[in-house]
Each structure stands twice: as C-alpha cells, then as structure tokens.
T-cell receptor
Framework: DSGVTQTPKHLITATGQRVTLRCSPR?????VYWYQQSLDQGLQFLIQYYNGEERAKGNILERFSAQQFPDLHSELNLSSLELGDSALYFCASSVRGSDTIYFGEGSWLTVV | AQRVTQPEKLLSVFKGAPVELKCNYSYSGSPELFWYVQYSRQRLQLLLRHISRESIKGFTADLNKGETSFHLKKPFAQEEDSAMYYC??????????FGQGTTLQVKP
C-alpha cells in the first residue's frame, strides 16, 4: 500500500458525460500528479500540483481540468467524454515534488 | 528535450535466464532515474532509484552517463518477475517522464 488513495476504482459512463476522479495523497506529501495510461499511448503525464498551485502541465486536454484543495487532496475532472478517454488514471504524490513519487491504485474509466 | 526511450516493447525469457531491460535517456543536466514495475495493470511500484544504488528483488541498474543509459538487470529471471517495467526520469519540476514501458514475460 503506497498511501495514495484514489476513488472510484472503476467507473463506466457514456460519451458526452462528465466525471470526477478523486485522489488523496500520502500524509505529508505536498505534490500531486495525474497520469493517464491507455493501451496505445502508454503512461502520459497530465498535470502536477504543489501545495495547491499548478506546477507543471503535460498532455492534458482542454476538456480535462484538475485542482488541488487546501487539504491537499486533488480532483481530476473529465468532461464531454469520448470513447478514447477510456483509460486507467493514476494519481501519484511526493513530499516536495523533486523526490520519489508514489502511485495510487488508479481509477479505471470506461466510456461507452 | 527530456526523453526516456525503452526500445523493447516485449522481452521474453525463460526462467533462470539473465534479463536486461534497456533504457536510454536524454536530459540536460544531472538526471534522477528510476525503474517502476507494474503487475497486471495495478499501481506502479517503485523498484529502483539510481541514487540509492540498491538491489531490489535481485534487480540492479547502473547509470551510465557516457552512454546515457540506465539498463535494468537481473542475473536469473523468475516467473514472478513477469510484469511491465517503466524507466523514468525526474524533470526539473519534479514530474516523472516515463518511457513507453517494456513487458517482461518469463516463461517456465
């Protein structure tokens, strides 16, 4: 158990819908990361937050957004969902943002 | 540009055979390099980081700055080593940049 908690574990939704994925980092970790893992694209970095502020942005679509709250948990919002958004979404955290990163179990999103 | 390359999508070996999973990187500066392992689409687990120079589950990896490589090695593969292995480096903002991953299949 890495200490990073993600909910929900599985989610099935229809195209055009909106979902929110939630992540609680390890206790004491200030930095949160979101990654998307799909079969054809591998692991893609989406976005990083550090102590509530956006720190780095990767290949995140405009339909997606994220935030980190004062209690340091983070949410990834995915809207106008398309079939191609079906993937495993990982959250990860680290203490400062320049040290070892620990991953959660992931949220499986299936868009039908 | 910061990039991690794992040239092999699949590596298949027999139990007891040596394993080498290749990783090359491009990074300006001194990178921090990691190997993560993922069993059956579960969470990624840290296997090794180059600065700790340790051996986990019999795996080792040496950073070769001249060849910009960080290959993962194990002298005798076990069936339970079958998994997806990702090489990664930490960018200057702290985010991990992953290679495409190599599936290791250890046959009995």
């Amino acid at each position: 158990d890495s200490g990073v908690t993600q909910t929900p574990k599985h989610l099935i939704t229809a195209t055009g819908q909106r979902v929110t994925l939630r992540c609680s980092p390890r206790s004491g970790d200030l930095s949160v990361y979101w990654y998307q893992q799909s079969l054809d694209q591998g692991l893609q970095f989406l976005i990083q937050y550090y102590n509530g502020e956006e720190r780095a942005k990767g290949n995140i679509l405009e339909r997606f957004s994220a935030q980190q709250f004062p209690d340091l948990h983070s949410e990834l919002n995915l809207s106008s969902l398309e079939l191609g958004d079906s993937a495993l979404y990982f959250c990860a955290s680290s203490v400062r943002g320049s040290d070892t990163i620990y991953f959660g179990e992931g949220s499986w999103l299936t868009v039908v | 540009a910061q990039r991690v390359t794992q040239p092999e999508k699949l590596l298949s070996v027999f139990k007891g055979a040596p394993v080498e999973l290749k990783c090359n990187y491009s990074y300006s500066g001194s990178p921090e390099l990691f190997w993560y392992v993922q069993y059956s689409r579960q969470r990624l687990q840290l296997l090794l980081r180059h600065i700790s120079r340790e051996s986990i589950k019999g795996f080792t990896a040496d950073l070769n700055k001249g060849e910009t490589s960080f290959h993962l090695k194990k002298p005798f593969a076990q069936e339970e080593d079958s998994a997806m292995y990702y090489c990664a480096l930490t960018s200057n903002t702290g985010k991990l940049i992953f290679g495409q991953g190599t599936t290791l299949q250890v046959k009995p």
